[in-house]
């Protein structure tokens, strides 16, 4: 009875009274994806977005509206980018930063979105555990049909009460099936919404609000038995019907949409910006202390331009810099390449390697792949984490499914729904697809004709060289989104599943990258399927290559420019050159600067190119074994160079130690063993080089000169084979990776104008047959080496340039777009030394080179009355070589080839610094006893060159020769020293280099007489003779060649 009369008592006081209108302040997020501050962990560096920017918003909504504002997001929190990946899969710190942000930010309700069970289920249920917000869910259940997380929650704010639900895409079923099964289901949207809302109903809320992690459009998988994936349009038939929808799952932008009284809003993913929904509501009069809705408004706050909060950003910054040491833990590193750009638009390196790795792990035939996102790729030197993260952001698994040749061609049609039919001056890119829905498959070839209606485009499917037949069987790997039937893929949901072992693809990546520490393009790449025609080609590059500046667009436009240079042979200094006037020429304290002075006022694509032998040559470079050159290289940026003949000068350890050193690949397409059945593995023969988006495929040669121009014993095992077949045999896969082919070549060429520019039709030599052999058009340009001249000419179709040696000139060729078609423009430049500021680094770092060998470099050896310079047929400077070698030996003979006179001497003093650049291979000298017929025949060889020209100087013979008749029978008669002719069969002592000894240019004759080595290099038996004449020196002038054919 008292308790009767207390409950009587109650029902009589006063109710305070309601006011009679409200104001709710909505303010959602949606597809975090781990955006918790305003940073790109995948390439370190400040980013728009982020909940730190959404922090200073909402400091301010707060203020504004005090105790109106209710926070939610529609879910995708716990994964996407590297900062979501290291607290979900590695750091498991509580509570997880993630969750603890949207603690600090004070959110009330988040629904779980498919993303968030990428991690498993456990890490999601932890996730809600730590969290001081709810998780609402109406349509995912455990396995016996009990709610995973509360249906709905009501939210007081002062009189009115918010009644919140959430649902989340039912895809998640297809996607991430493994993680779910047995364990979790996710209804039907439009099947569990009623229940949810009119459980509100009867909660006696006053404004229902929806968080659907689900969008608008079209599903991209086959829904039966699922249910649609984007079924948001569905809240505005059920009833009853919430007020607001908060959408997610699209990263698309709603500020307000309103079907059937049902308003739907849509904030950008990442925190790019924040959907703030004004709810005005008045008192029902009908029902006694409840509200209903007025009016809602709505809109989107742009966080692009917002600070970070302070007091967020620290609070956070711990698990910021924890994941920013992760994202840039090395794993290896990678050549050039490795870019997404254009991985849509034709056959790229980066998806082969996804592609191989998971071939190679599932044992599978073939392997399917999609590029994430065209603005991420492996970086050219060292990899990170971060790296890999952002060309595989999703925790997809590999599974490998088996298929028929009809549902293989299905497959590759659906992908190619991603172009629309190509027309001229249209859109290539079909936008209603999203481009992750696009996938190639390697280990097939087909074209993708874009002249043909979606369905209808693949052609030329084959598999091993034949055409794939509907029934054929076929394996193929690929990853657990796409073998759910993700992304429409429904022809191989039901395929049979013939490997899956829960292994995350990304950590396979990861795994090969540490295992090959070195990853190469020209590797992986393996061209097997291409757009066609050649214009819908080019359109679909275009559609991601980089816009051009306004100010650069003009009727005529560079597309790449080529900057050449060869031969520096170790000339790292200025040189004074009797043709330059006394100005200094090259250096490459000079070299850079006009490099980059040719590549900056282009303002496009420029590559630089070296056509070998860069090492040896001078006392400077020598000292340290071309190791001073390399490092001189590498600060002038080349980007690719051709093995030269003389690079071996040193031994093939000493070049792959050099090669090793060097940032820039090394080239040659033609060196293999000596059975010519296989490549040395440091042998590489063609690289892909990408500048601002051109790619280049560069394809290196080494002169098949090789072997007589290098010592046999630096050379053993290896052949070099024809330029030209070998180029062809790589032509295909780099004509297909590359927008330019261009082979970097060290064989050369002379030219009637060679000395001088001008008209060189009239040209000879290796690069020259070599061109011959090449179809045109397949190559782009050739660039020339080895012959230490100027060439500017077309072979065939195909520009070739010869920029000198030494750093004497500097090819420049620019391709460029002029009225609809690509010309060519091809010029040499001097590259005085005068002329620019010289680079500061290169400049100390020369000065401590010099340093180190200048007690010997200026060492005076002794004074010339007159220069000696490589002019005529015969010249003083190899007369003196030739005896001193004699002298040095105490032979009948000497035979000095006109290849190992490298340089000119000046008139006056010189210094052994200056003959060591004259003789700089520090060939040693042996004394040979040879029969008078072996002598003649080497003699022979001095005169069998094409041009007529003896090719060597000799001491203690005169020789008289008939250029008209065959090489070997031109020799007509010979006189010794002693006034005799030589004797077939006497016998004789001859003076020659280890490099002549063994067979070098051509001495074939000499190798296996008897031999004594003199334990003199040539270079101290020259210095050591002009040491014993008198001064000032003269050369011998009398003529030891005489021609009796003019």
Request: hydrophobic share 40%; net charge neutral.
């Amino acid at each position: 009875m008292r308790l009767l009369c207390t409950l009587l008592l109650a029902l009589q006081k006063p109710v305070a009274s309601l006011p009679d209108t409200a104001h709710i302040v909505i303010v959602a997020t949606t597809d975090i994806h781990g955006r918790v501050l305003g940073w790109d962990y995948v390439r370190d560096a400040a980013a728009p977005g982020g909940l730190s920017r959404a922090a200073t918003a909402l400091e301010t909504l707060r203020a504004r509206y005090p105790g109106n504002l209710v926070l939610v997001d529609a879910g995708d929190l716990l994964q996407g980018n590297p900062f979501a990946t290291f607290f979900g899969r590695y750091d498991k710190r509580q509570p997880q930063p993630i969750v603890d942000a949207l603690n600090v930010l004070q959110y009330d309700a988040v629904t779980p979105g498919n993303h968030d069970l990428d991690f498993g289920v456990d890490l999601l249920r932890r996730a809600a555990a730590e969290a001081t917000y709810r998780y609402v869910s109406a349509n995912v259940v455990d396995d016996s049909g009990k709610a995973l997380f509360a249906p709905s929650v009501m939210v007081p704010r002062g009189a009115v009460k918010i009644g919140i639900t959430g649902l989340t895409t039912p895809g998640v079923m297809l996607w991430d099936r493994a993680q779910l099964a047995g364990r979790v289901r996710v209804r039907r949207i439009a099947e569990a919404a009623p229940a949810a809302l009119a459980g509100l109903d009867r909660a006696g809320v006053d404004l229902k609000l929806v968080l659907i992690h689900s969008g608008f459009g079209e599903s991209s998988y086959d829904t039966t038995g699922v249910g649609p994936e984007n079924d948001a349009a569905a809240l505005a038939a059920v009833s009853p019907k919430p007020d607001v929808v908060i959408v997610g799952h699209t990263h698309r932008e709603i500020r307000d949409t309103v079907i059937n009284g049902v308003h739907f809003v849509q904030p950008k993913n990442w925190v790019q910006s924040l959907a703030v929904v004004h709810v005005s509501l008045v008192k029902d009069s009908a029902r006694a202390g409840r509200y209903r809705v007025t009016a809602v408004r709505s809109d989107l706050i742009p966080l692009g331009n917002v600070a970070e909060s302070p007091r967020f950003t620290q609070r956070m910054n711990a698990a910021h810099q924890a994941a920013r040491l992760w994202a840039g833990t090395p794993i290896g590193s990678a050549s050039p390449g490795f870019e997404a750009r254009y991985a849509r638009a034709q056959d790229t390196p980066l998806l082969d390697f996804i592609n191989e790795v998971q071939r190679r792990r599932a044992g599978t035939q073939l392997s399917a792949a999609t590029a994430f996102d065209v603005q991420t790729g492996l970086p050219e030197g060292d990899v990170h984490q971060r790296d890999v993260v952002g060309i595989y952001p999703y925790e997809n698994t590999l599974r490998a499914v088996k298929i028929s040749g009809q549902q293989l061609r299905e497959y590759l049609e659906h992908s190619a729904r991603y172009f629309n039919v190509y027309q001229p001056g249209r859109p290539v890119i079909n936008d209603s697809v999203a481009g992750f829905n696009y996938d190639v498959v390697s280990g097939v070839v087909y074209n993708i004709d874009l002249s043909r209606p979606a369905g209808l485009r693949i052609r030329g499917l084959a598999y091993n060289g034949k055409i794939v037949q509907p029934g054929d069987s076929l394996t193929m790997a690929v990853n657990s989104y796409r073998q759910a039937g993700g992304g429409g893929y429904s022809m191989i949901a039901h395929a049979r599943v013939i490997y899956d072992k829960g292994e995350d693809i990304r950590e396979l990546l990861v795994d090969e990258i540490r295992r090959a520490r070195i990853i190469q393009a020209a590797t992986y790449l393996h061209p097997s399927w291409a757009i066609i025609p050649d214009a819908a080609r080019a359109a679909a590059r275009a559609a991601f290559g980089p816009a051009p500046a306004a100010a650069a667009i003009t009727r005529d436009s560079t597309l790449l420019r080529v900057l050449a240079t060869s031969d520096l042979h170790g000339q790292l200094e200025p040189r004074v050159w009797d043709w330059s006037q006394g100005r200094p020429v090259g250096g490459v304290a000079a070299l850079r600067p006009w490099l980059d002075s040719l590549a900056r006022t282009c303002g496009c694509a420029s590559v630089r190119l070296d056509a070998g032998d860069e090492m040896q040559g001078t006392a400077l470079s020598n000292a340290t074994y071309g190791r001073g050159t390399i490092d001189a290289m590498n600060r002038i940026g080349i980007d690719a160079a051709a093995i030269g003949n003389h690079e071996f000068d040193w031994s093939v350890d000493t070049l792959r130690a050099r090669m090793g050193e060097a940032k820039y690949p090394f080239l040659s397409a033609n060196i293999t063993n000596s059975a010519g059945t296989a490549r040395p593995d440091w042998a590489t023969p063609w690289k892909l080089i990408t500048k601002s988006g051109v790619r280049i495929a560069v394809i290196g040669v080494t002169t098949t000169e090789t072997p007589t121009s290098t010592a046999a014993r630096n050379i053993q095992g290896l052949t070099f084979g024809d330029g030209a077949q070998a180029i062809k045999r790589y032509l295909p896969e780099a004509r297909a990776a590359a927008d330019f082919v261009i082979v970097v070549a060290h064989a050369g060429a002379m030219c009637d104008s060679s000395a001088g520019g001008g008209n060189m039709a009239s040209c000879r030599g290796e690069i020259i047959d070599l061109a011959q052999q090449l179809d045109s058009g397949t190559v782009d340009l050739i660039v020339a080496g080895h012959t230490h001249l100027r060439v500017n000419t077309v072979v065939h179709g195909i520009p070739i340039i010869e920029a000198q040696s030494s750093a004497r000139a500097i090819g420049i060729v620019d391709f460029v777009r002029a009225g609809g078609r690509r010309e060519v423009h091809a010029q040499l430049v001097t590259p005085y030394a005068d002329q620019v500021k010289s680079d500061t680094a290169l400049t100390a770092a020369l000065g401590r080179q010099q340093q180190a060998v200048r007690n010997i470099t200026e060492r005076v050896v002794a004074r010339l009355k007159v220069p000696l310079q490589r002019n005529g047929d015969e010249y003083g400077l190899g007369r003196l070589i030739a005896e001193a070698q004699r002298a040095a030996g105490r032979a009948d003979v000497a035979i000095m080839n006109n290849g190992g006179i490298r340089s000119d001497l000046p008139e006056g003093v010189i210094t052994w610094g200056q003959v060591y650049q004259v003789q700089p291979f520090q060939n040693r000298l042996l004394r040979l006893t040879v029969k008078g017929d072996v002598l003649l025949a080497a003699l022979e060889q001095c005169v069998a060159g094409r041009d007529h020209l003896p090719d060597c100087h000799v001491a203690g013979v005169e020789v008289w020769y008939d250029a008209s008749k065959p090489p070997g029978q031109r020799v007509a008669r010979t006189r010794l020293a002693n006034g005799k002719d030589i004797d077939k069969s006497a016998t004789y002592t001859l003076v020659v280099s280890d490099f002549m000894a063994t067979g070098g240019s051509g001495f074939k004759m000499l190798v296996g007489s008897p031999k004594e080595d003199l334990d003199v290099l040539d270079i101290d038996a020259l210095t050591r003779y002009l040491g014993v004449l008198r001064s000032p020196v003269e050369a011998p002038n009398d003529a030891r060649f005489h021609r009796t054919d003019r």
